[in-house]
């Protein structure tokens, strides 16, 4: 009991000290006796890391050199990894349908232009989230022109996660379709019209400092797509900038691929995949990213429109409340839909439950191919989508990346040192190196015995300020 009163203590002070050292001196601080997984595969047992000012500045043994001024924190017995990234997110959706009216339209009760103009205004409860469930960076695959502020300003935020941000997405889909999410002037589909257009949208992006140009949609069997296809990869080459890809079926995946993609930011999941796909990742260098939960928060989300309700397992109570009354008062929006559209959502679900149980086979299958072969797999959500939720869906999806046979070891580097890699970051974080960022986690429990251990964080660290995840307070400014 004394010690863990000590610790709590210790912890406070921490916390106190790198407050007032945020305006003015600097702060050094040693994290002794835990575990530590350092995000390249290797562990240390008993292990020293110590922090000055918000970098690593050593990672060892427990008998390692301590600077003398260090503050040194007791951590025996727990277990020590860098921030996990979060590789595939976006900020422009709510977690519930009032962001994606193609899914079920609410706009006559909730116009999207006012929920647009909120989340550009309000990511911080998601900053919040994100670091109080251990993710201390994300990759925005797709959005608004201004989620790029939040890229150039979160690095310098403690209060945030690090950001990347791809920008609005290019994509063959008709105009008619993606025009419904065209309001307050911006958009975050480009139609790619002609070859030209294409071109032009990447030079837009590049020039506002994407890190990367996302491709929505591929057609392998269409000549003159493939013609203005091939411009854009080209310009994107141009501009130093890189594709990213959402092609769920294999085809359109190996097209993408063969362009150059280097990130596949869904599974393929219409079939399995095969020897070619596998090359074209290798020989491309293309990561990973199989998002296998996102469908099945959609299922649960028009469930919770029809007769059951959402359930939000929250252990550390991160979730937002405007996000929580959403969800969980679904049913009480049941009345905005129009009853044709709503009837046929709702005989729809059947038919929906089964593809999804099938494409999630082809899902857990095909990762396991990947990682197999050697192939580079990140973590990444498409939190936000209808009952994928900001930060705490990252522990869903990364337990079912485990049951596909990855191990909870393995899975800690992707859930990191990948993660970085994808968003064109790992030089300054994703693993416990002296000079990177510190930027870590603190669990109870053994994330190598079992990746569900994730959810036994108890700290965070941002930019060598350590906070008590169970503690809201900790968050604000
Ligand atoms: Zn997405």
Redesign the pocket.
Known sequence: MESKALLIYLFFSVFFISISNAQSEMSTIALKGATIFDGNGKSIENGTIVIENNKISSVGANEMRIPENAQIIDVSGKYIMPGLIDA?M?FFQTGFFDSRPDAADLRDTIPLENVIEYQKNHPERYYQTYLRSGITGVYD??DYIWTLEFQKINDDNPLAPHTASAGPLITPAPEELIGIFNVNGKNTFVHLGSEEQGRNAVIENSNAGTTGVKIWGFKPDDPEFLHKIKGVAEEIKNQNNKMIA?ATNLKEAKMAMELGAKLL?HSVSDTLIDEEFLRLMKTNKTLYNP?IVVGRGYYNTYKALFEQNFEISDLNAVVDSKTRSMLQNASAFRKFLNDERAEALKSRLPMMDKRLKKEKQNMIANLKMVYDAGGTIVVGT?AG?PGTLHGISYYDEIEAMQQAGISAKDLIIMATKNGAMAMDRLEDFGTLESGKIADLIILEEDPSEDISNLRSISHVMRNGTLRNVKDAEDFKD
Do not use: I, M, Q
């Open positions: 595939h976006h695959v797709g959402h930011v998002t498409d989508n």
